[in-house]
């Protein structure tokens, strides 16, 4: 299966089907776990920001970071790493403005999830 057309650093859905060894189910099962879970993820760190937490920012954004690493979606991972920068260097009002940003590139990753996969 070959999505050629696609934008790789939205989503790489040949690199994240050969991580899953090639078995599309899986590939399928594990994108449609991640959809579910990243909404939560996303508002836990929301959670984390209102507290001014920002060594709890670092790390679930770092969370965030690994799950779009695994799922071969590029521009979700850079945004969250920016997060999980701004966490480190205590400054969460880059943070905080990283955030419509974040939402709108997990907009896109759903749609080309949704496209490609399920």
């Known amino acids: 299966m070959s999505f050629e057309a ?16 090639g078995d599309l189910a899986l590939a399928q099962s594990i994108a ?9 993820q996303i ?7 209102d507290k001014d937490d920002s060594r709890a920012v ?4 770092h969370c965030i970071n690994g799950a779009a690493a695994i799922m071969a979606a590029e521009k979700f991972r850079e945004v969250a790493s ?3 920068k701004a966490g ?8 905080v403005a990283l ?7 997990l907009a ?8 490609t996969l399920l």
């Open 82 to 84: 920016a997060i999980e």
């Open 88 to 95: 480190r260097i205590d400054n969460l009002r880059i943070a």
């Open 6 to 21: 696609r934008d790789r650093a939205v989503f790489d859905p040949d690199d994240f089907i050969e991580r899953m060894m």
């Open 32 to 40: 449609e776990t991640f959809l579910i879970d990243i909404h939560r």
């Open 108 to 115: 896109v990753i759903e749609k080309e999830m949704r496209q």
């Open 43 to 49: 508002d836990v760190l929301k959670e984390k920001l």
């Open 58 to 61: 670092e790390l679930q954004s």
């Open 99 to 105: 955030i419509p940003e974040l939402e709108r590139e």
